[in-house]
């Protein structure tokens, strides 16, 4: 059997991922052994049931992760973000039978490695973009040795370019979920439900404007708000009933049972400076995991999602949080129109198992 190791060193939990713990289990239904590198976290039975062995990197020097991966000597390794590639990029020199990949999740920007420091001293701005360039080059040698990239989408795939990521060799693999028709939302299902980050970057300035929404129940559930966030949330709860704020729930199993009370999904992107995140097109997991379940959207319009909304009929865009009241309307008074149109496109273009194969079979023949 074959040896794959997935490379997880960005913080994070694995189990809010889709295209690592999805890919975890396409590869042991295709009998290879996988091997996950990731920093110690705890890991739901649902995905750590499609996991052989989990190498905890949290202590690990870089030396010591190169170590233990030459000597397992695997057939396969595949990167998702550039604190893999930082680790691996010299490896190929060594394992010259490992075939190595980038599944890319996050398109690494100078944005992503300064923006988040612009309030710090001069001396540490020149040391984050030093950082970054190093990073930079180290992703670029990866790339260049890699056997394939995989990108979500064109426009991920252009972006990702202008960052000096490409390859000959590209697959297009949206950040989606599997369809099984088991778990479709049913109609006389109610309300709206935002999952995912709560952030500005996501929620947006004007998220007070949601206040406006007089009549449809929406609840909001995801990774805890910063205290700028927290408190308008708060403000907004007194001043409508309508909206709720709960805790995130983990476990796929949970995130699942838990978005199917609800009839429409809402996928909020705010336009920001990180081309990453400005640029989320079809890696949006939010999105995708709404529509695996047959679920209608409301989405904001920006670049490449509100496209592929209007493109095949998915949901509604809208522009502002005050529109969300009669896009919800909008889309339950022709219910039955979204969800056939969700279930013929999504077969087609979008579950997970059939975009997947072409990496699957590249890595068959390692």
């Known amino acids: 059997m074959k040896k794959v190791i997935l490379m997880c060193l960005q913080l994070g939990k694995i189990d809010l991922s889709p295209a690592r713990y999805q890919l975890l289990k396409e590869l042991k239904n295709n009998n290879f052994i996988t091997y996950l590198f990731l920093p110690k976290e705890k890991i739901s039975e649902e995905v750590q049931s499609n996991i052989d062995y989990v190498i905890d990197t949290k202590d690990m020097s870089v030396n010591q992760i190169r170590k233990k ?38 398109i690494y920007t100078k944005y992503y490695e300064v923006g988040l420091y612009n309030d710090a001293d001069i001396y540490k701005f020149i040391k984050w973009r030093i950082n970054y360039f190093l990073n930079k080059i180290k992703e670029v040698i990866f790339t260049r040795k890699s056997k394939l990239l995989v990108v979500q989408d064109s426009l991920r795939k252009r972006i990702l370019a202008k960052y000096h990521i490409n390859h000959k060799n590209t697959i297009l693999v949206p950040n989606s979920y599997e369809y099984s028709g088991t778990n479709i939302v049913k109609c006389n299902s109610e309300g709206i439900v935002y999952s995912g980050g709560m952030w500005e970057v996501f929620l947006g300035d004007d998220i007070e404007h949601i206040c406006e929404n007089k009549s449809v129940p929406i609840t909001f559930i995801g990774n805890p708000p910063n205290r700028y966030v927290a408190s308008k949330l708060k403000k907004i709860q007194l001043r409508n009933s309508n909206i709720k704020v709960e805790k995130p729930l983990l476990s796929p199993k949970d995130y699942t049972e838990y978005l199917q009370k609800f009839s429409v999904g809402l996928v909020l992107y705010s336009p920001s400076k990180d081309e990453n995140l400005n640029y989320i097109g079809l890696s949006s997991g939010k999105f995708f995991k709404h529509l695996s379940l047959g679920q209608p959207v409301i989405v904001s319009d920006c670049p490449g999602l509100g496209r592929e909304v209007r493109k095949y009929k998915l949901g509604v865009v809208i522009s502002s949080l005050s529109d969300i009241e009669t896009a919800y309307h909008i889309i339950m008074d022709n219910y039955t129109f979204y969800q056939r149109n969700i279930e013929r496109v999504y077969k087609r273009k979008y579950d997970f198992g059939k975009v997947i194969s072409p990496l699957i079979k590249s890595m068959r023949n390692d």
Do not use: G, M, R
Not at 75 to 89: F, G, R
Not at 95 to 102: D, G
């Open 69 to 106: 991966i030459v000597q397992l000597h695997p057939n396969s390794v595949i990167a998702t973000t550039y604190e893999d590639t930082c680790i691996l990029y010299i490896l190929p020199n060594i394992l010259k039978a490992t075939a190595f990949y980038y599944f890319n999740l996050e």
